[in-house]
């Protein structure tokens, strides 16, 4: 067969006018500006982090156990804010990943067309919704529904946070793993249809595997989102920098605590001065989270990679 075709520059190539080549050049500083304005904010956080670093050891700053940047004896260990963060981000994973794909599955395989356009936007609707409002809404009803069935919760504490972290990144999961889902080609599932199995064996024993990467990217964007949120732990969860001790579950669930985001901006809002070490330690927690949302970033592409399928 030939190949002309597939070489064949229908662009219009070199010949292009002098118009459609202004649209590119536009488009390009676009993207341009997108990467330097990112490249700007980690160069800025890489600055003062390093000059943080030289008043307070990296050994001191992650290994330490006490984060008291303002309070004497002034104590810089960032472990607490990441056992913090770890804590909402695992226990929002375990409502909203579950539910997530659930509500993927049925609205791929199982909901009719009608059902699936307008449930879906329904879902995706609570993306929407500011951060600040869920914040309010654990603090004002999730709490207190937890104290009355017999939860020992304190008004800040990191069961309703996470509950309602969980709740916020349930569309990100359920969205992009139906998308995942319904990029499945019917061929498949008539297969598994014609061998006898049933709806829930060709959705779980056939769909779902075929869309596993693309339903592990979801997770993975969607504890990006969960480590990152702020306005919900700074409302809900309080900012009480505590250390995670595994004998002291499940009361450290009804207890306040504080995340990394929620330290930052504390600190952004204190009486804190500029150029103090903790000022600077504000910018060190923040190259921390961006490191750890890019390593996770990294490793939902290569598993994106890995597993993903071709079909044709």
């Known amino acids: 067969m030939s190949t002309e075709t597939d070489t064949l520059d229908l662009a219009g190539g070199a010949d292009r006018s002098l118009k459609e080549r202004t ?89 009719s067309s009608g059902v699936r356009s307008a449930i879906k936007p329904a879902l995706e609707v609570l993306a929407g919704i500011p951060t600040v409002v869920y914040g309010y809404f654990a603090l004002a009803y999730i709490t207190p529904a937890l104290g009355a069935i017999g939860l020992p919760v304190s008004t800040f504490n990191v069961l309703s946070a996470s509950i309602m972290v969980g709740v916020m990144i349930i569309p990100m999961v359920s969205s992009l793993s139906e998308d995942a889902m319904s990029a499945v080609p019917d061929e498949l599932r008539n297969a598994g249809y014609g061998l006898g199995a049933t709806k829930f064996e060709v959705s779980t024993g056939i769909v779902v595997p075929a869309a596993i990467s693309g339903i592990f990217s979801s997770f993975i964007l969607a504890l990006s989102r969960a480590i990152g949120e702020t306005m919900i732990v700074t409302v809900a969860m309080g900012q009480t920098p505590r250390m995670i001790d595994l004998a002291s579950f499940p009361d450290a669930l009804f207890r306040s605590g504080q995340t990394m985001t929620s330290a930052m901006v504390e600190l952004g809002t204190s009486d804190v001065s500029g150029g103090t070490t903790a000022y600077r330690s504000l910018f060190a927690i923040g190259l921390t989270l961006f490191a750890i949302t890019f390593a996770m970033n990294l490793a939902a592409n290569v598993v994106a990679a890995r597993y993903q399928e071709e079909y044709r």
């Open 23 to 111: 649209i590119e050049g536009l488009l390009l500083l676009c993207t341009a500006l997108s990467v330097f304005v990112t490249g700007a904010i980690v160069f800025t956080l890489a600055v003062d982090a390093i000059d943080f670093f030289t008043e307070v050891s990296p050994a001191a700053f992650f290994l330490g156990s006490d984060w008291t940047p303002a309070i004497e004896p002034l104590s810089f260990g960032v472990l607490p804010l990441v056992s913090g963060t770890l804590l909402v981000t695992v226990l929002s994973a375990l409502i909203a990943l579950p539910t997530g794909v659930g509500a993927a599955i049925y609205l791929s395989e199982y909901a």
